[in-house]
């Protein structure tokens, strides 16, 4: 699951032979109505990158949009600690009921559910739901996993809004069946029941964690308008979007109210203590620094990170907070710092082209090399907290947390070390008549000396993509470094990278999206070299991070790693790890692709991060949620509900 400070990971037990179970649906009773109305605000300094569910892969936006707006057919429980990464039925009875070797799910849909109209929810809704995941020049940005799992081929059903025929309705039934699978094999299908089957290409003892996503939320086809669905979703939930901005890249605001058609005895697990939220989006993240920090905004969230500069101001250098007279105000009950399930790295463009004449992407594998080493993740660290803050350095894309499927990532060390330092020292000299310019290089400590290795093997390289990369590196504007919204701290880590490439006189030059960024790296016409990105795992299994980091029908390839010439490799071991039902034996696997991943520099890892939050005074009932590394939203509550920051 991608970052923007979002993510989630479940602690699903699964180590030997194939694992199948169907817990049953457990309820939380409500707390005490004094934890009932008012408005709780969010802020944010950037927006949501979609609200339509099947779009939805953030892991912040999938608890708060999962609690809040939309439900699926399974959940995570909303309670603290480690019972958290445990799932539930929600819209469904229980976890599903596997059979044929967990190829088929059967679920069934509890009496009441409702969309925000009064419409009851049935199997139709939920079928067509996840059909609109096969329309992927349409439905984009959010979890592939129908695509990989499901029995219904991409390549014969395109999704609801190609044109329908008899066989791209037979295919999508082989995947979806509204009925049981004795009704399936009868060939009677009841479109307005409360029974659904998935049918799978392979045994997937864990689908019933994939159906938390917001994939497996309800749609009603009278009300998709396809791309617009985003801006008018239809609500299952206690809230529904009574307010949407007219421009979502200016600042302004997204108002939730209570959902009259929301059947609570449908449901039993969201408290829904707020009349109203408001999140306001596109912030000033100065302004919000100091509003938090002061406790101005009592009755707000902050989502998001402070600035390097305003870090000190709450948090030690080892990690705690700020007590007694070195706290501006009382932090004790609103902050906390603590590892998350995510890994931050850069991912880089494997896809080649040109844009104007410029051209892009990084099919060079020394020059990729050459970058990966010489980042200055030391001064990176110090930058961020240190850490205490900041986290531990990372090595690849699976995170240590995640047991037998991480395995340390061993680096070609005939180069020198991959380490954290990165120092060393470049002379660039310009020919005044021929313009030519000539580097003198002086290797220094940890991984500079690998770097500038690379680096010559790059220019000795005579493929055009080592050309292509080698002439931009040294020209004047450099490699395109994709950013998300423009920030006093993100100026101050592009000038990290700027120096750290700038020792072996590579220039890079920074391009800021103010709003939308994954939607443009994930895009098929990305036009960058590199950018940020973080991810955590859907659920305990390395299957929700290599196949949808680095496959082909990935969620989240911002690589695009089927234009490397070594991708054959990968997608060979993908598949026998993919279809093997022995857990300890698919961990190995996962081992494999993601040294395959680094062997082949796809990405720069940074960090294997913590994540730091502040909230206001007056909101009760917080956590971090350990499947998302999120708020708690279901337990938030206003302490005293007559005030609000709205």
């Known amino acids: 699951m991608s970052r923007t400070t979002k993510t989630r990971l479940a602690a699903l037990a699964a180590a030997g032979a194939l694992v199948i179970g169907t817990g049953l649906t457990a309820t939380m009773p409500a707390s005490a109505d004094s934890k009932t109305g008012g408005t709780i605000t969010i802020d944010e300094i950037s927006t949501p990158d979609h609200w339509d569910p099947q779009r939805v892969y953030t892991g912040e936006d999938l608890a708060m949009m999962g609690t809040f707006l939309f439900r699926s057919l399974t959940q995570y429980k909303p309670v603290s600690g480690a019972q958290g990464n445990e799932i539930q039925g929600d819209m469904a009875t229980n976890t599903g009921v596997p059979s044929n070797l967990a190829k088929t799910w059967t679920f069934t849909l509890k009496s009441g559910v409702t969309f925000q109209d009064g419409t009851a929810v049935t199997c139709a809704d939920i079928k067509y739901a996840v059909s609109r995941v096969f329309a992927q020049d349409t439905i984009t940005d959010g979890p592939a996993y129908p695509i990989t799992m499901l029995a219904t081929s991409a390549a014969k059903y395109a999704g609801p809004y190609a044109t329908q025929t008899s066989a791209s309705t037979a295919e999508l039934d082989k995947g979806i069946w509204c009925g049981t699978p004795a009704n399936q094999k009868a060939k009677k299908q009841y479109n307005t029941g409360n029974v659904i089957t998935f049918n799978l290409v392979r045994s997937v003892a864990d689908f019933n964690y994939s159906t938390t996503l917001l994939t497996y939320a309800a749609v009603q086809k009278s ?63 100065s302004v919000l620094d100091n509003a938090f920090i002061t406790d101005s905004a009592s009755s707000s969230l902050y989502m998001g990170a402070l600035q390097v500069a305003n870090r000190g101001r709450v948090w030690n250098t080892d990690g705690t907070y700020k007590t007694g007279d070195a706290a501006e105000t009382p932090l004790a009950g609103r902050v906390y710092n603590a590892y998350d399930p995510y890994v931050s790295y850069v991912a880089f463009n494997l896809k080649t082209g040109t844009d104007n004449g410029v051209t892009y992407g990084m099919n060079c594998l020394p020059m990729r090399k050459a970058l990966l080493y010489t980042l200055d993740r030391k001064a990176l660290l110090a930058l961020s907290g240190g850490p205490g803050l900041a986290g531990d350095y990372g090595d690849g894309t699976i995170k240590p947390s995640m047991g037998a499927d991480y395995k340390a990532v061993a680096f070609d060390s005939s180069f020198g070390d991959f380490s954290g330092a990165s120092t060393g020292s470049a002379t660039v000299v310009t020919d ?24 010559q093997t790059a220019k000795a390289d005579k493929t055009q993509g080592c050309k292509d990369a080698v002439a931009k590196a040294f020209s004047t504007n450099g490699f395109t470094y994709e950013r998300s919204r423009q920030t006093a701290s993100g100026n101050l880590a592009v000038a990290v990278w700027k120096s750290s490439f700038g020792k072996l006189g590579i220039n890079v030059t920074p391009r800021w999206n103010a709003t939308g960024y994954y939607p443009r790296v994930l895009a098929t016409g990305w036009t960058g070299d590199f950018g940020g990105a973080g991810w955590g795992p859907d659920w305990a299994n390395a299957s929700t991070v290599v196949p949808e980091l680095f496959g082909k029908d990935g969620g989240f390839n911002v690589n695009k790693t089927w234009y490397d010439s070594k991708y054959a490799g990968f997608a060979s071991l993908l598949k026998s790890a993919n279809g093997t039902t022995d857990r300890a034996t698919q961990a190995t696997y996962w081992q494999k692709l993601n040294q395959y991943s680094m062997d082949q520099a796809w990405v720069i890892p940074t960090f294997f991060t913590k994540t730091q939050r502040i909230w206001g005074s007056n909101v009760g009932g917080n956590y971090q949620w350990a499947p998302y590394g999120s708020y708690a939203y279901n337990d938030l509550f206003l302490k005293d509900t007559s005030k609000s920051d709205s």
């Open 432 to 455: 005044p008549k021929t313009k030519k310019t000539t580097t003198t290089i002086v290797a220094g400590n940890g991984s500079f000396a690998a770097a500038y290795k690379w680096l």
């Open 223 to 285: 009300k998709d308008s396809g791309e617009g669905y985003d801006r008018a979703p239809q609500a299952t939930g206690p809230y529904f979007i009574s307010h949407y901005p007219e421009d979502i890249e200016a600042p302004d605001y997204f108002q939730l109210d209570r959902n009259p058609n929301y059947n609570a005895a449908s449901d039993g697990t969201r408290n829904a203590y707020p009349d109203h939220i408001i999140l306001k989006n596109n912030q000033d993240p």
